[in-house]
C-alpha cells in the first residue's frame, strides 16, 4: 500500500437483505484516495453512492473486500472501534445541515468536542477557530433559527472540522441551497481543501458542483462506470 493513500478500497461489496431478497448496493468497488484529494462521487438515484459514504464514514460496514483508512483495514472493526474513527478522524456534512435548533453557531460547533478528552476549557476557543475558518466570526452566538441557509451549513462545516479531522465526508452539501448560495460553500470547501491540505469526499447529483472536485467518479448499478483520476479541476 502507498503511503500517499489516505483511502484504499479493494473489491468493496454491500448486500442488503429485504425481506427475502438480497440488494446489491455496491459490486467489487476499487478505488484509492490520496491524502489531499478533493473527490466527487456522482451517480444516479440507487447507484450506491450512499452506500459507499457510509462506509467510507464508518457508518457501515462492507458485506465483502476491504476498506483502508491511513493503512487502517477499518472494516474489520467492531462498532466501538469505528465510533472511535468516526470521532477522532472524520467529519460530517450533510444536506439538511442536522444542527440542533435553539442553540447557538458556538454550542453547535462544540458538539462533537463533547465526546472527545477536550478539556472543557479549550471548546470555546477550539469552535470559535473553526467557525472563523467558514467566514462566521462575530456570528458565534446567533441561533440557529436566526441563520441564513448558507450559514447553518457554514455552521455545519465548522462543527465537521472542529476535531480536525483526516477526511471530510459531505453528502449534497449544497442540496438545499440556491446555486450562489451552494458555489459559495462550494468555494469554502475548496479553500480548505487548497490550504489545509483536508481530504474532501462529497456526494452530488450536480455536474457544476462536481466541477469544483479535482478527480471524480460516476456510479450506476453499484459500480464504478466512469471515472477521471488525473487529479486537475475539470
Keep these: 500500500m502507498e503511503n500517499s493513500n489516505l483511502i484504499q478500497l479493494e473489491n ?3 448486500t442488503y437483505k429485504i425481506g427475502i431478497t438480497e440488494v446489491r448496493a455496491l459490486k467489487s468497488v476499487s478505488y484509492n484516495i490520496k491524502h489531499g484529494d478533493l473527490v466527487a462521487i456522482m451517480g ?13 464514514g464508518c457508518l457501515d460496514k462492507p458485506t465483502g473486500g476491504k476498506y483502508f483508512l491511513e493503512a487502517q483495514e477499518v472494516s474489520t472493526f467492531d462498532r466501538n472501534k469505528l465510533a472511535g474513527i468516526r ?3 472524520i467529519g460530517f456534512v450533510f444536506q439538511n445541515f ?7 453557531a458556538l454550542e453547535n460547533t462544540e458538539l462533537p468536542l463533547l465526546y472527545s478528552n477536550v478539556p472543557s476549557k479549550n471548546t470555546k476557543e477550539m469552535a470559535m477557530k473553526s467557525l472563523a475558518q467558514v467566514g462566521l466570526a462575530g456570528r458565534e452566538l446567533h441561533k440557529t433559527n436566526q441563520l441564513s441557509g448558507g450559514e447553518q451549513q ?7 472540522l472542529v476535531n480536525n479531522p483526516t477526511l471530510l465526508l459531505a453528502d449534497e452539501p449544497t442540496g438545499n441551497l440556491d446555486t450562489k448560495t451552494g ?13 489545509k491540505k483536508i481530504t474532501i469526499v462529497l456526494v452530488t447529483h450536480d455536474p457544476e458542483v462536481a466541477e469544483f472536485a479535482s478527480r471524480w467518479l460516476y456510479l450506476r448499478d453499484g459500480d464504478i462506470v466512469k471515472q477521471d483520476n488525473t487529479g486537475e479541476k475539470r
Design 12 to 14: 468493496i461489496s454491500r
Design 44 to 56: 444516479p438515484s440507487g447507484s450506491g453512492k450512499s452506500t459507499l459514504m457510509n462506509i467510507l
Design 87 to 89: 470521532n477522532k478522524k
Design 98 to 104: 442536522n444542527l440542533l435548533s435553539r442553540t447557538t
Design 154 to 160: 457554514r455552521v455545519a462545516i465548522a462543527r465537521a
Design 183 to 195: 458555489n459559495e460553500i462550494m468555494e469554502i470547501f475548496t479553500r480548505l481543501n487548497k490550504e
